[in-house]
């Protein structure tokens, strides 16, 4: 079975994972409106939650809009199987997907969010190729623990989300149905300027073709970063 990646990060919308993966991020993160306390503009530090899969548990503060945007290519080798000569060959389809996430600040500890993809292009494993819009989620972020200096708790919060399929299903760009489920958000500064995000979630995931059908799938994911010397650039493993 093909494995469909989501625009809601953090899981799959079929059973399975990409044994390969290249990703390049281009990522613009807009501030849509100046912060203004008494007539003075103040400079904010934009946190993003892009370019790795894992999220954060920093929210967009009150009032303000935040764009992310990135370019996702994948790789997915598959084991094909000829029905006449009943042989498996190996194949590989590829990905390439405009990603976009909008997120609107709501309270300090508290955000809304839209995470879609605008336009996919996918070649399969047979040489076909398909073009569409892909899937839209519906998510927020809430962030009910402070990390404390001192302490060796993280932070914690919580997504909640639903995929609304969107994408086309007959053209095999998604499943055609809804999905749901919720990740548990854990961040925590260590050492050496290093800064770990964890991320633990659970989805209900429709399955194609069984309209009543319904699988739950775990996932988890770690993301450790670093900053570089270079002012806004950084490193990371996930």
Request: glycine fraction near 10%; charged fraction near 20%; charge should be neutral.
């Amino acid at each position: 079975r093909r494995v469909k990646r989501s625009p809601m990060k953090g899981y799959w919308s079929e059973p399975g994972r990409p044994s390969q993966r290249a990703i390049f991020s281009l990522l613009v993160a807009a501030m849509l409106g100046p912060w203004v306390d008494c007539g003075r503009t103040m400079a904010l530090e934009v946190s993003t939650d892009r370019p790795d899969f894992t999220n954060s548990t920093a929210t967009v503060p009150p009032g303000l809009v935040q764009i992310e945007t990135g370019l996702v290519f994948s790789r997915q080798p598959e084991v094909i199987l000829d029905e006449t000569t009943g042989r498996t060959f190996r194949a590989t389809s590829r990905q390439l997907a405009i990603e976009a996430t909008v997120r609107w600040g709501i309270l300090p500890w508290a955000e809304l969010r839209l995470d879609g993809q605008p336009f996919i292009h996918e070649r399969s494993s047979e040489g076909d190729t398909s073009s569409g819009q892909g899937d839209l989620a519906v998510s927020g972020k809430f962030r009910f623990l402070d990390e404390q200096d001192q302490h060796w708790w993280p932070s914690l919060g919580l997504t909640p989300f639903v995929k609304i399929p969107t994408a086309s299903s007959t053209k095999g760009l998604g499943t055609g149905l809804a999905d749901f489920g919720a990740i548990l958000l854990m961040s925590k500064d260590l050492p050496w300027d290093l800064h770990a995000d964890l991320n633990i979630g659970l989805a209900g995931i429709g399955v194609a073709g069984d309209p009543g059908g319904m699988i739950f799938r775990n996932t988890a994911s770690l993301s450790i970063s670093r900053p570089l010397p270079l002012k806004g650039l950084a490193t990371f493993w996930e």
